[in-house]
């Protein structure tokens, strides 16, 4: 049973920096394809990026050139590192996990972070 957790969210102003980390225990985060996604009120769950076991990394058209996915596998941690943060990006964010990274693409992965929110005030 792998458990994440999320940490790094908070109140930024519009064009600051934030990163969030998922470290992971229980097994080794390296062996997994994790997605970072994020919902914002009334609005539906979106993934914004995802890192492969590989490495390969893949971002949602609204992050594209601002967020960037990370690993640092000898902490058992993904990072989100999110530049030039524009109020809209306000939401909870989630990182999660699986084998599959069909399942990471479609929402549906196995394991979930508890979600930090991040706010960007304009």
């Known amino acids: 049973q792998v458990v994440l957790v999320e940490s790094g969210g908070g109140l930024v102003q519009a064009g600051g920096t934030l990163r969030l980390a998922c470290a992971a225990r229980?097994?080794?985060?390296?062996?997994?394809?994790v997605g970072w996604y994020r919902q914002a009120p009334g609005l539906q769950l979106e993934l914004v990026a995802q890192?492969?076991?590989?490495?390969?990394?893949l971002y949602s058209d609204s992050v594209k050139g601002r967020f960037t996915a990370s690993r640092d596998n000898a902490k058992n941690t993904v990072y989100l590192q999110m530049v030039s943060l524009k109020p809209e990006d306000t939401a909870v964010y989630y990182c999660?996990?699986?084998?599959?990274?069909?399942?990471?693409?479609?929402?549906?992965?196995?394991?979930w972070g508890q979600g930090t929110q991040v706010t960007v005030s304009s």
């Open positions: 890192i492969t076991s590989g490495g390969t990394t």
């Open positions: 229980g097994g080794m985060l390296v062996r997994y394809n």
């Open positions: 999660a996990a699986d084998g599959s990274r069909l399942k990471v693409q479609e929402g549906t992965p196995a394991y």
